[in-house]
T-cell receptor, first 114, second 114 residues
Framework: NAGVTQTPKFRVLKTGQSMTLLCAQDMNHEYMYWYRQDPGMGLRLIHYSVGEGTTAKGEVPDGYNVSRLKKQNFLLGLESAAPSQTSVYFC?????????????FGEGSRLTVL | GENVEQHPSTLSVQEGDSAVIKCTYSDSASNYFPWYKQELGKGPQLIIDIRSNVGEKKDQRIAVTLNKTAKHFSLHITETQPEDSAVYFCAAGRGGGATNKLIFGTGTLLAVQP
């Protein structure tokens, strides 16, 4: 089983450029999440979705947008990248809410903004 | 706001020794406490979790203890092996589907020396 797949795995952007990270899950999970991981700061929730067509803000949503047009996909967009958005981004999905049951993570996407 | 403090940030043990990682949470409504293991270049993976109605849970060489009065919980790994080397994250959640309320600790890098 593929589980949670993120693309691309690596990307380098210049300040002001835009990009989209794609997350796909094949477990028929309702819940999907985007986290960022920075040294010494653990995992911080950017946006999440509780079902197709729904999105909500997490802890650090500024500078990011998301869309969940299909149940299996969750897209994270950066409209105008900034160096502060240099990070490793993880997508996750779950059968029940992440504060109740297991999160299944992708392998991460490393983004560098110059 | 709610937070989860995790200590130590790095831990080095000899193969066969025990390792203990401690976390303290601030939200007294938290009732779900998972632990995730992140190997190099991979996404985090759930290794064990505990809910507030129990004080201890074991799974082979790993165990988690919870003290709700003191608002802290710990991960115990016995008979450590080189493959236990990874970053470990604790987290605390309220449950009940509040999916933005799973708060992660800052992580512990465990190195098991052969």
């Amino acid at each position: 089983n593929a589980g949670v797949t993120q693309t691309p795995k690596f990307r380098v952007l210049k300040t002001g450029q835009s990009m989209t990270l794609l997350c796909a899950q094949d477990m028929n999970h309702e819940y999907m999440y985007w986290y960022r991981q920075d040294p010494g700061m653990g995992l911080r929730l950017i946006h999440y979705s509780v079902g197709e067509g729904t999105t909500a803000k997490g802890e650090v949503p500024d500078g990011y947008n998301v869309s969940r047009l299909k149940k299996q996909n969750f897209l994270l967009g950066l409209e105008s990248a900034a160096p502060s958005q240099t990070s490793v981004y993880f997508c996750a999905s779950s059968y029940v809410g992440g504060d109740t049951g297991e999160l299944f993570f992708g392998e991460g996407s490393r983004l560098t903004v110059l | 706001g709610e937070n989860v403090e995790q200590h130590p940030s790095t831990l080095s043990v000899q193969e066969g020794d025990s390792a203990v990682i401690k976390c303290t949470y601030s939200d007294s409504a938290s009732n779900y406490f998972p632990w995730y293991k992140q190997e190099l270049g991979k996404g985090p993976q759930l290794i064990i979790d505990i809910r507030s109605n129990v004080g201890e849970k074991k799974d082979q060489r790993i165990a988690v203890t919870l003290n709700k009065t003191a608002k802290h919980f710990s991960l115990h790994i016995t008979e450590t092996q080189p493959e236990d080397s990874a970053v470990y994250f604790c987290a605390a959640g309220r449950g009940g589907g509040a999916t933005n309320k799973l708060i992660f600790g800052t992580g512990t890098l465990l190195a098991v020396q052969p």
